[in-house]
């Protein structure tokens, strides 16, 4: 394998992995809060299909993002007030928004545009296009540094670099701020939280919503960036890979970039057999390289990848005492 085509390998897999890191994220919040999310799914799908639709009807990405936002926010509040203020089962919940959410986006696509379920192609403003990076262009032809430069790290949408970006961030808010510190004792101990005078009720309910704005990062990515428009079923189960990627990264936001990239890194091999081909020496079939990821996710939630051990008020709705 050549420098060049290694960079174009990588260059992929930081694409094809962003979603899954968004998503990663936000149920990292969420459940160091102590609330399971595993409608991280629905969430992403109802936000690609209302950012693509709003982005070409306004013909502004941007409004198309506030929009995914925004439903992906809706979501998030039913989903709180069905696990935190009704103290209902989290997983329940979260299944019930996913399967809404599959039905509504087409249901909604075919009423609204009637293509099948899907929207028109986005064009121009109407999507997010690559971002070329000051001096990407200068330092191109030069050896190493250049391509490097020019074709890894140059050459995104604008939410790759949010992406990555909300890792450290990520990292400084829950470890390095009292708002962190405290929920994650919410995820841990919430009696000791409510006892300090500190509302346990509004610490989960802020993490669910910091967890609806990164899904509707996540589901606007899919559909105005890495593609040009919503598709039926477009997130074809990343929600859930991204919940393996939570546990394989024990709920820390650094591992999570680590583990997100290892699937993307699949995804990507998936798009490119000819390098496994030529690396083995031996024909591969590409439905085996599309199930990768997914095999990787039930080997993870088997417990088969080391010993992660979940904060220790997850998925229990919080009773305060009288």
Not at 68 to 85: C, E, W
Not at 162 to 172: E, G, H, K, M, S
Not at 173 to 194: C, H, I, K, W, Y
Request: glycine content about 10%.
């Amino acid at each position: 394998m050549d420098f060049m085509t290694l960079l174009q390998l990588l260059d992929t897999t930081v694409r094809l992995a962003t979603p899954l890191l968004l998503a990663c994220l936000a149920g990292l919040y969420s459940e160091r809060a102590g609330i399971f999310d595993i409608g991280l799914e629905g969430k992403m799908l109802a936000a690609a299909f209302f950012s693509a639709a709003f982005a070409y009807s306004t013909g502004s990405v941007w409004l198309g993002l506030l929009a995914g936002i925004g439903i992906s926010l809706v979501l998030s509040a039913i989903h709180g007030l069905a696990s935190i203020t009704f103290r209902g089962n989290q997983l329940i919940s979260g299944l019930a928004i996913t399967m809404l959410a599959g039905g509504m986006t087409v249901l909604i696509a075919q009423d609204w545009f009637s293509q099948g379920g899907r929207t028109p192609q986005l064009e121009g403003a109407a999507r997010f296009n690559p971002i070329t990076l000051p001096f990407a262009e200068a330092l191109r032809d030069v050896p190493f540094i250049g391509p490097l430069y020019y074709e890894l790290i140059s050459g995104h949408p604008i939410l790759v670099y949010i992406a990555l970006a909300l890792v450290p961030i990520t990292w400084w808010v829950l470890f390095r701020t009292r708002f962190g510190l405290r929920l994650r004792a919410v995820g841990e101990n919430p009696a000791s939280v409510d006892t300090a005078g500190v509302s346990v009720v509004t610490l989960r309910y802020s993490a669910v919503m910091i967890c609806g704005v990164l899904c509707g990062l996540a589901g606007a990515y899919l559909a105005t960036a890495l593609q040009a428009g919503f598709v039926k079923d477009m997130t074809a189960g990343r929600g859930y890979i991204a919940l393996a990627a939570l546990i394989f990264a024990k709920w820390r936001p650094w591992y999570a970039l680590w583990a997100t990239l290892l699937f993307g890194l699949f995804q990507a091999l998936e798009l490119r057999p000819d390098l496994i081909e030529s690396a083995l020496g031996v024909k591969v079939q590409v439905q085996l390289l599309g199930a990768l990821p997914y095999i990787l996710t039930v080997v993870i939630l088997a417990g088969f990848v080391g010993k992660a051990i979940p904060p220790r008020a997850g998925g229990e709705p919080y009773v305060k005492e009288r």
